[in-house]
């Protein structure tokens, strides 16, 4: 579905990611993982259409994205939750969630998408009115996943979704993640707590540096001591 074939990014003169190459295939659920500063972020913005490609080529569907206009990421498929939320704080729940769906599929289906995120979410029908930002971070980071669910993507990008969350928020919230991959959606999970997501994902990749430096089923990655120490916070296991 989505192929990142060797994508070089610059900030300026500075290069920030070399040669990235990755996928991700209809339905799945992958991960990228890497220590702060590796190049995630700057990884998942590219592939929102939010920085540019210096070389390299990135698909959806075979359609190359590097010659589609920044505006028209959200209509070929492809929704993003960025780090920090980024929600109107002065509107309501109902309004933020509303922005999602502007496309005009997906405001022909607005009242179909809004009914099927409150079931998603059981914290959305007692707020709708509430603004946004009177809402605590965990609750704010569901109406941001929901905004971008309303544009009905195939691919769902997601920057850190737990920063800054409880345990048991991130508990809820991952689940919630795991229901709409289910359902059908693709995700692409940039995410600091490392175990919670190789737990969710069936593939990662670890980027250090702006590469790609391992990449693999979890089990697999988890497998390889020089990975597990240095990049996925996991010690030694403990003898039996």
């Given at each position: 579905m989505l192929q990142v074939d060797r994508i070089s990014v610059h900030y300026g003169a500075a290069p920030a990611l070399?040669?990235?190459?990755?996928?991700?295939?209809?339905?799945?659920?992958?991960?990228?993982?890497?220590?702060?500063?590796?190049?995630?972020?700057?990884?998942?913005?590219?592939?929102?259409?939010l920085n540019r490609v210096s070389t390299?080529?990135?698909?959806?569907?075979?359609?190359?994205?590097?010659?589609?206009?920044?505006?028209?990421?959200?209509?070929?498929?492809i929704a993003i939750v960025?780090?920090?939320?980024?929600?109107?704080?002065?509107?309501s729940v109902r309004e933020?969630?509303?922005?999602?769906?502007?496309?005009?599929?997906?405001?022909?289906?607005?009242?179909?998408?809004?009914?099927?995120?409150?079931?998603?979410?059981?914290?959305?029908p007692g707020n709708l009115n509430r603004p946004a930002g009177?809402?605590?971070?965990?609750?704010?980071?569901?109406?941001?996943?929901?905004?971008a669910l309303m544009a009905r993507p195939r691919l769902l990008l997601l920057d850190e979704p737990s920063l800054g969350l409880a345990p048991m928020i991130v508990r809820e919230l991952f689940q919630a993640v795991e229901?709409?991959?289910?359902?059908?959606?693709?995700?692409l999970l940039v995410e600091q707590?490392?175990?919670?997501?190789?737990?969710?994902?069936?593939?990662?990749?670890?980027?250090?540096?702006?590469?790609i430096i391992a990449e693999g089923a979890p089990a697999a990655l988890r497998a390889q001591p020089d990975i597990r120490r240095a990049y996925l916070g996991i010690g030694e296991p403990e003898a039996r």
């Open positions: 070399w040669e990235v190459t990755m996928r991700v295939d209809a339905g799945e659920l992958v991960c990228i993982v890497g220590p702060n500063g590796a190049g995630k972020s700057t990884l998942i913005n590219t592939i929102a259409g390299g080529e990135l698909k959806l569907f075979g359609r190359d994205l590097t010659q589609v206009p920044v505006h028209r990421f959200c209509r070929e498929g960025p780090e920090g939320r980024r929600l109107f704080s002065r509107m933020n969630l509303e922005l999602g769906s502007l496309m005009p599929d997906a405001r022909a289906r607005r009242a179909e998408s809004l009914e099927r995120m409150c079931g998603l979410f059981p914290m959305l009177a809402l605590s971070g965990g609750q704010q980071q569901v109406v941001a996943i929901a905004r229901r709409v991959n289910r359902e059908g959606t693709a995700v707590n490392v175990p919670a997501a190789l737990e969710l994902a069936a593939r990662a990749y670890v980027l250090d540096e702006g590469r």
